[in-house]
Structures are given as structure tokens and as C-alpha cells.
């Protein structure tokens, strides 16, 4: 499933439509026409490599640089942007019991060679599921438990 999601990210990345142009990018280059099949209107630029992740806005970018094409219709430099993904890893705990709110709590640690910048422990905090009542269905259960 992880592996379609990753497929299905990569095929949208590798081919842009924004504001009537059409980006087509593989490993050393992005190719941006005016609209689809426009094949006198293309722009080629390098790309530059990506910069630090803004922590403000969580954002990283990158400049385009014109390579091949019409220096009147082709813009000289463009800029891509995208989301920042943190490579935070955590070992987790074990879920505390129930408490009095109806919640349950569990502490998660760092892993080793995670992103140096994310948080050392995160808390994660969810609803207790409702145990049946031995003898009951689990909706009854459930409407028992409200009152």
C-alpha cells in the first residue's frame, strides 16, 4: 500500500499542470510548456538544489534556471517549493490504564538517527475504547456507558 502511495506521489510530481503550463521533471531537468503539446513554446531549466527547511513556514525550495528556449517568452529563473518532511522516528510506549477523563496516554522516545531537530519524547493521547459488558453487544454497551 505504502509503495502505490509513493507511486502515485512521484507520477503527480513528475508532471505539474499550474497556471496553464504544463512541468514535466525526471532526475537533471523540468520542461514547462505553455500548454500541452505546445512543442515551440518550451522552456528547459537545471534545477538547483534544494534548500534548508524553513522551520517558519515549513517549506523548502529550489531554483530553476533556464537552460534551452526562448529568452523572450521563458522566464530566466523559477522557483519550486515544497513541504518539509522530518525524518522523526520514535520508539513506542506502552498505553498507561484509563483514566477518570476517558483517555489513555502513551510516551514515545526518540529513535537514534532521527532528525536531530524534532521533539525528544512526543505524548500521544486517545479515547479509551469502551469494554463490552460480558453478557451485553458492544452497542449496548456503549449506550450504557454514556449515561
Known amino acids: 500500500m505504502k509503495w502505490l502511495v509513493f507511486f502515485t506521489v512521484t507520477i503527480l510530481v ?12 525526471d532526475d537533471h531537468e523540468v520542461l514547462i510548456r505553455s500548454e500541452r503539446g505546445a512543442k515551440n513554446q518550451e522552456c528547459r531549466y537545471a534545477k538547483g538544489g534544494w534548500s534548508e527547511c524553513d522551520s517558519k ?3 523548502r525550495s529550489r531554483t530553476l534556471t533556464l537552460k534551452k528556449g526562448n529568452q523572450t517568452s521563458c522566464e530566466p529563473t523559477k522557483t519550486m517549493q515544497k513541504k518539509c518532511k522530518k525524518a522523526c522516528r520514535y520508539e513506542k510506549g506502552n498505553w498507561a490504564e484509563c483514566n ?15 532528525d536531530p531537530s524534532c521533539e525528544q ?10 469494554k463490552p459488558v460480558k453478557g451485553q453487544p458492544a452497542k449496548a454497551a456503549r449506550r450504557n456507558n454514556r449515561n
Not at 477518570?100 to 532521527?114: E, F, M, N, V, W
Open 14 to 25: 513528475a508532471c505539474v499542470v499550474a497556471e496553464g503550463e504544463v512541468w514535466e521533471e
Open 57 to 59: 513556514t515549513n517549506q
Open 100 to 114: 477518570a477523563q476517558g483517555q489513555i496516554t502513551r510516551s514515545d522516545k526518540l529513535k537514534q538517527g532521527s
Open 121 to 130: 519524547k512526543r505524548e500521544i493521547t486517545k479515547k479509551c475504547k469502551s
